[in-house]
């Protein structure tokens, strides 16, 4: 059965003849992809003759994807669901030879079809007429490196260009081509990829180091022997500290009846975890629960007092800790990545969505950093301390300074001794016993409290604030005692500003930005030239002049030695020229066929006549396939039928039109007078000025 004479052949306007000729392999195919196209089938590549001696193309045979049968495989015996059949032996074809002007003639052609021709609205989904081009893929490795699903990139990609059908690959393309690229990022394994991608991300960020290579002062943890092993043998000077909020959790697992029997002892115990400032006091007050409570024997209990050391405050009150007592940051933070991690990611995957959530913190930070310019605390009394504090601290440091200076006002000095340069001083709040001792060094301005605030936390106690003014040290905060990490400077945001910007800008951030906003701009222009004849008329022209340019910088940048003028075929009255990859190609024996009445198609957009192979999938070369990008210019070259001839301007149809494609000008294009020309041409008074005639 011969299936040939659709109605689709009838109203496509591309036709195939003996004798046509191309200036290279590469634009017949192009030509014979788009003739597919519009008749409705799709095409692969079956041979090429080369040269032996110069190994260049003498001859070459396109096929329709359907041509030949499935071979036979031994498997094939015991595979029990087997795959449709796709091929029906199929002979439509065209095979072109090279002439000895080095031109590519057609010498065979079969139009025939032995199967159902595809209908215009499904031809997008043609093996052949489906690859993903640079910028899309650029576009499609930042959104999926910003943790947007397959799925919802490719509906947000498909919106963006006006359907599915403009975009010029399935979403099965999409997730294959992600599914490949996983695949290549772990080719040389887990700890090979994870070293790669370090190394990357140094030579990126220079500043891109864990700790800056710094050891933490303090480090929480649960009651994990492992951990508490590990952290001993990398980190033995961090003063590893329990997560108080997991040993309180603990105690009521192991002493429940003892919190159910007794409502004193939570309270008991929690003294235990933050009150006692002297280790006696401490050692004392444990006793005394052991023999109020009969608890002696309790083993768990014992096994928690031989680790004291790493969960009382009366030994952590020694180490700076930012005045964390728990893992709750690092609670909050795990909680915070489940925003960005999802269970299906590799390794590598994994630490670029980590990078997310820490880019976010950073943010956050900036945010934080500019509210500080706009705005400033309140002082609740004018006095020059606070005035100072406000001035160095953070918002948030400085409300826990001001804080403790206003609490200090209820501290009152019980005793006082002199030991040379030592002065001791025994402080108190009102109608409190507890004492608290501030020493002091006068020379040096060197104040020390038992409550150990500062070395905890980062900031001067009551305690010590008191004794200051005692000693009239009023008006500033001593410089020893103003932590950097708690000012509004510990980061120099002008130095960080500067380093980003002498940081190259990210390729594929680059191409993707372009690329939307040639998206956007023509859009832009395509509504309002739609609205009158005569803007359509004068996008149609700008776009065909756009063309050339751009098929002159593409020669430019291909041989930047060589220059590159137009080579601009003048147009005979029987005949097309067709716009190739390395200068306009006259098709010869090719008659103009004139439009004489409105196609039923649709308009076909710019990805739909892009140039596609019968892969899908992204060229390994993303570098070699951005050179090659512009080869596709002559399938977007916009149907109106005299290209070079506008006198015949008011013949063309409305349903030939296709808009230009962004994606192409996107890649690579830096600057033209023509672009920038056609777009002050084209501008919206103008396009007003059309649709009111």
Request: charged share 30%; hydrophobic share 30%; aromatic share 10%.
């Amino acid at each position: 059965m011969e299936i040939g004479s659709s109605e689709s052949q009838s109203e496509c306007n591309l036709s195939i003849k003996l004798g046509m000729e191309f200036d290279s392999d590469e634009h017949a195919y192009d030509y014979y992809n788009e003739y597919a196209r519009a008749i409705g089938f799709s095409i692969r590549k079956e041979y090429a003759n080369k040269n032996k001696a110069q190994g260049y193309v003498t001859s070459r045979k396109f096929t329709c994807y359907k041509e030949g049968y499935r071979n036979k495989i031994k498997r094939d015996m015991v595979v029990q669901k087997h795959r449709q059949e796709t091929r029906t032996g199929c002979l439509a074809h065209i095979i072109i030879n090279r002439q000895l002007n080095e031109m590519f003639r057609i010498t065979s052609f079969e139009e025939k079809h032995n199967h159902p021709l595809v209908s215009p609205s499904l031809a997008h989904l043609l093996p052949s007429q489906r690859k993903i081009k640079v910028a899309q893929a650029y576009e499609i490795d930042l959104l999926d490196d910003s943790g947007i699903r397959p799925k919802a990139s490719f509906d947000y990609v498909a919106r963006q260009v006006g359907g599915e059908s403009f975009l010029g690959y399935t979403k099965r393309d999409l997730k294959n081509y992600l599914r490949d690229k996983r695949k290549e990022s772990l080719k040389h394994g887990v700890a090979r990829s994870l070293v790669d991608y370090f190394e990357k991300r140094i030579l990126e960020d220079l500043a891109f180091r864990i700790m800056s290579a710094d050891k933490p002062q303090t480090f929480f943890t649960d009651q994990d022997p492992a951990i508490s092993s590990a952290i001993s043998l990398v980190m033995p000077q961090t003063y590893h500290r329990l997560c108080v909020w997991h040993l309180e959790k603990n105690a009521f697992k192991h002493l429940s009846h003892i919190f159910r029997d007794n409502t004193s002892f939570p309270k008991d115990f929690s003294k235990l975890l933050y009150d006692y400032e002297y280790e006696e006091d401490f050692l004392s007050a444990w006793q005394e629960m052991l023999d109020k409570y009969d608890l002696a024997d309790n083993s768990w209990l014992k096994t928690t007092f031989a680790i004291r050391e790493k969960w009382s405050m009366t030994y952590g009150r020694n180490t700076f800790s930012a005045g964390m007592r728990s893992t709750q940051l690092s609670e909050s933070f795990n909680g915070s990545l489940r925003g960005y991690l999802k269970s299906d990611l590799d390794i590598v995957q994994f630490f670029k969505h980590f990078e997310r959530s820490v880019d976010d913190k950073r943010n956050n930070e900036k945010k934080s950093n500019f509210d500080m310019t706009q705005s400033i605390p309140i002082l609740k009394v004018k006095l020059p301390l606070l005035i100072h504090a406000r001035e160095v601290y953070t918002p948030t440091i400085f409300d826990m300074f001001q804080s403790e200076w206003e609490r200090s006002l209820l501290i009152s000095v019980n005793d006082s001794y002199n030991e040379g340069e030592l002065c001791t001083y025994n402080v108190s709040t009102l109608e409190s016993v507890k004492e608290h001792v501030v020493t002091v060094k006068r020379s040096i301005t060197q104040v020390s409290c038992s409550c150990k605030l500062f070395e905890y936390l980062g900031i001067l106690c009551r305690h010590a604030l008191k004794i200051l003014d005692t000693l009239n040290i009023k008006d500033r905060i001593p410089i020893q005692y103003i932590l950097k990490r708690w000012t509004k400077d510990v980061t120099n945001i002008n130095e960080m500003d500067a380093i980003l910007e002498e940081k190259d800008i990210d390729p594929k951030v680059e191409v993707t930005a372009r690329y939307r906003h040639l998206c956007h701009t023509f859009v832009q222009i395509s509504s309002e030239a739609s609205e009158s004849k005569e803007g359509y008329e004068l996008v149609v022209n700008g776009a065909n002049e756009m063309i050339a340019n751009l098929k002159d910088i593409k020669k430019r940048k291909e041989s930047p030695d060589k220059s590159a003028p137009s080579n601009t075929t003048q147009n005979e009255p029987s005949e097309i020229v067709f716009i190739d990859n390395t200068n306009f190609t006259k098709v010869t024996g090719l008659k103009r066929k004139e439009p004489t009445r409105r196609s039923n198609t649709r308009p076909k957009s710019f990805t739909e006549k892009s140039k596609k192979k019968s892969r899908t999938s992204l060229p390994k070369s993303l570098q070699c396939q951005t050179d090659q990008q512009l080869d596709h210019l002559p399938h977007f070259q916009v149907p109106y039928t005299p290209l070079l001839d506008t006198s015949n301007a008011m013949d063309v149809t409305e349903g030939s039109f296709r808009p230009l494609c962004p994606s192409q000008l996107s890649q690579g294009y830096s600057s033209n007078e023509s672009l920038t020309q056609l777009l002050r041409d084209v501008s919206f008074p103008n396009f007003n000025k059309y649709s009111q005639h």
